[in-house]
C-alpha cells in the first residue's frame, strides 16, 4: 500500500454531527487538484501522542 497523497487545496470543510447513538462526525469537503485522475479520496485522521487542547485535526 503506498503512501496517500494530500489534496493540495482545500477550498471548504463542513461538520456535522449526527444524531446517532453513540454521536459522530460527518464532514464534507472539497479541494482542487493539479490533474485529472484522482480518485477515491479519503479523509485520514491525524494522530497525536498528545491532542492539544480543544482541538482536532485531520489532513486530506
Known amino acids: 500500500m503506498s503512501k496517500p497523497t494530500l489534496i493540495p ?3 471548504s470543510i463542513q461538520m456535522s454531527i449526527l ?3 453513540p ?3 460527518s ?3 472539497s479541494g482542487i487538484v493539479p490533474t ?3 480518485t477515491e ?3 485520514i ?3 497525536y501522542m498528545q491532542l ?8 486530506f
Do not use: C, I, K
Request: proline share 10%; net charge negative; hydrophobic share 40%.
Open 9 to 11: 487545496e482545500v477550498r
Open 19 to 21: 444524531e446517532t447513538a
Open 23 to 25: 454521536h459522530r462526525l
Open 27 to 29: 464532514f464534507v469537503a
Open 36 to 38: 485529472d485522475g484522482w
Open 41 to 43: 479520496p479519503q479523509l
Open 45 to 47: 485522521p491525524s494522530v
Open 52 to 59: 492539544p487542547a480543544e482541538s482536532m485535526r485531520a489532513d
